[in-house]
């Protein structure tokens, strides 16, 4: 019966019940086998009001709503064309560099392909940069700065990581998100590095024209966005110096935003524009939060159930090294990464996997940066990754020539996965001496 | 018809702005703890508001889940839809399973708000806070019952559009 139970609630979650439902309805079938009462769903739920860190979620998603309604887009591209785009292959960099910075703070939700992908997109034409590759580029671009800090996959990675730990991995230490933020600094540069070393390597080979540096356009193009482009570099700062916490940051973040977009910009107005924008957000917000919501009830079941320890005691059996552990999770995450979108994936994959990892030694720091790597992957894999049908119905390009498209920059992540996978020093040796920098004396990168 | 659909928009725009209200309360609450904690503190001596903390973390809980019911009305939750995509063009197929999944849906949520009322009527107590916890998860029902309504109008809409009626688009955000 609860087999069955079960079958019926993943049939009705690939036919499209809102997936909080479905989580919830799973958690329900397993609670009714180990009779817990219902009250449980609602006692696991309330915990999430007692998150310090739940904050900011709906405060850096208005933050990037704002800056996404905003002209924000062209000021960071001026930057960044004044600041790469003698390179060869220039603007296909600058397309990377200004993707990165704007999906920090819209969290890949698919606006960065419509606010810059949009804006570039014609422009890449018009220089000559030829029709799969700009598709490609923006496609793949539209999660490319999902490792750099505030991002909201990251956000939501720690706080799920720090509610499904096992009592043991508690005692260890709690997962701090502000070290989960520098972690993911130098993988991400990697992943940016390698897709721009491509994007100059198309440039000289379709000798694509350059644009001369000027001193006078970068001073200018700086000058403009002087109130945007060192939000994330002050955030950092201001978190790691130990001055505000996470949560505070994301006040201050907000209010910034909202007082630069609207007073000093004056690209929105206070009260025309912004309680639309907040709306809108508010929408996503509220989408992930029921989704977390059930992951709550769910994961109680899963520890309740011990599924985490009976997961691993099955991978025990045919896996006993850790480089095999991190090919399986990989592929299974890949996998994850197509069928699910990101917020749901982690949901619901890393209460399953944290047991296991700890027992094969992955450091958590570590683990967080492939799942969100496999993910950014995901959301260019056919058939289902979510940047495929964004960019098809925005540039109104049929699926197959975007799946065509990507498939270079999706060898090139993938690439770069082994990388961040197999060379662990990446996240954890960064981190252990960002860290050191940061905060002045030596820290250790595990929890 | 037509006046379910005006208490449909009239809920929506209720929630839209108890939401505006609450994030831009969020907003300035939370800034104005941190200027106070990092500027007028050390130079004064005296703490910052002692109940903001447990507001902020609840009123943030409250928010998130409002948003949740406002997702629900502009149907905008995170789905998987891997299957339901095949069946799109097939608009009688594609109706009926919606109204399968929104009942299925209904009765989860109906589960979830049960066991919410009864997390309320243990009335649980703190020593110390502006509201007992109790009144704070008064919210989870509350909330839950609302995605409900919001499902059963949508529910309604999908029946009368598989029955022949001609029913509006749902309004885009």
């Known amino acids: 019966m609860t087999t069955l139970l079960v079958a019926a609630v993943v049939l009705l979650a690939l036919l499209g019940m809102p997936l909080f439902a479905a989580m919830a309805g799973g958690a329900m079938v397993g609670f009714r086998t180990t009779e817990t009462p219902l009250i449980s769903t609602a006692i696991e739920i309330f915990r999430l009001a007692a998150q310090p860190t739940m904050i900011t979620i709906p405060l850096f998603t208005f933050a990037g709503y704002l800056m996404a309604e905003a002209r924000t887009a062209s000021r960071i591209v001026r930057v960044s064309r004044a600041l790469l785009g003698w390179l060869p292959g220039g603007l296909a960099v600058v397309t990377l560099a200004a993707c990165a910075f704007f999906t920090t703070f819209t969290g890949a939700s698919g606006v960065t392909i419509i606010a810059i992908g949009g804006l570039l997109y014609p422009v890449l034409e018009k220089e000559g940069y030829p029709e799969r590759f700009n598709l490609g580029l923006i496609t793949s671009s539209g999660s490319i700065g999902l490792l750099f800090p505030p991002s909201l996959p990251m956000i939501i990675y720690g706080i799920v990581y720090g509610l499904s730990q096992s009592p043991e991995l508690a005692m260890a230490g709690a997962f701090e998100i502000d070290k989960f933020f520098l972690a993911g600094i130098a993988p991400g540069l990697v992943l940016v590095g390698t897709l721009s070393l491509f994007s100059v390597m198309t440039g000289i080979k379709h000798n694509v024209p350059r644009t001369a540096f000027a001193w006078g356009e970068l001073g200018a193009a700086l000058w403009e966005a002087k109130w945007e482009v060192p939000i994330p570099v002050f955030l950092l700062v201001m978190i790691f110096k130990g001055w505000i916490t996470v949560g505070e940051a994301a006040a201050v973040t907000a209010l910034y935003v909202l007082v630069v977009e609207c007073f000093i910009y004056r690209d929105l107005k206070l009260f025309g524009d912004v309680p639309r924008v907040a709306r809108e957000a508010m929408i996503l917000v509220g989408a992930i939060f029921v989704i977390i919501c059930a992951a709550m009830c769910l994961t109680a079941f899963f520890i309740e159930a011990d599924v985490p320890g009976r997961l691993y005691a099955l991978l025990d059996r045919y896996i006993d090294q850790r480089w095999s552990f991190l090919l399986v999770l990989n592929i299974f995450l890949l996998i994850v990464g197509c069928l699910m979108d990101i917020f749901s994936a982690i949901l619901v994959v890393v209460p399953l996997i944290t047991v296991s990892a700890q027992h094969f030694g992955v450091d958590p720091y570590h683990l967080g940066i492939i799942f969100l790597v496999n993910l950014e992957i995901g959301y260019l894999t056919p058939p289902f990754g979510m940047n495929l049908f964004i960019a098809s119905f925005r540039f109104q390009k049929p699926l197959v020539t975007l799946v065509r498209a990507v498939l270079p920059f999706m060898g090139l992540m993938i690439l770069v996965l082994v990388v961040v996978t197999y060379i662990p020093w990446l996240t954890v040796g960064l981190l252990a001496i960002i860290a050191k920098i940061f905060l002045g004396k030596a820290a250790s990168a595990a929890p | 018809m037509r006046l379910l659909r005006r208490i449909d928009r009239g809920l929506a725009k209720a929630e839209e702005i108890l939401l505006f209200a609450m994030l831009l309360g969020l907003l300035v609450l939370a800034a104005f703890q941190v200027i106070w904690r990092n500027l007028v503190q050390p130079m004064t001596q005296r703490p910052p508001l002692l109940w903001a903390d447990e507001v902020l973390k609840h009123v943030t809980f409250v928010l998130g889940i409002l948003g ?88 309604v809409y999908d029946a009368a559009a598989l029955l022949g009626a001609k029913v509006k688009e749902q309004p885009k955000p």
Not at chain 2, 96 to 119: K, M, N, T, W
């Open chain 2, 68 to 155: 949740g019911t406002l997702a629900t009305h502009y149907d905008k939750h995170i789905s998987l839809d891997v299957l339901s995509r095949l069946f799109a063009q097939r608009k009688r197929l594609d109706l009926g399973l919606r109204i399968l999944v929104r009942s299925v849906a209904i009765f989860v949520c109906v589960l979830l708000a049960r066991g919410g009322l009864q997390q309320v009527r243990m009335k649980e107590t703190a020593f110390e806070g502006v509201l007992e916890p109790w009144q704070w998860q008064i919210a989870i029902p509350a909330l839950f019952g609302l995605i409900i309504v919001h499902l059963a109008l949508r529910l």
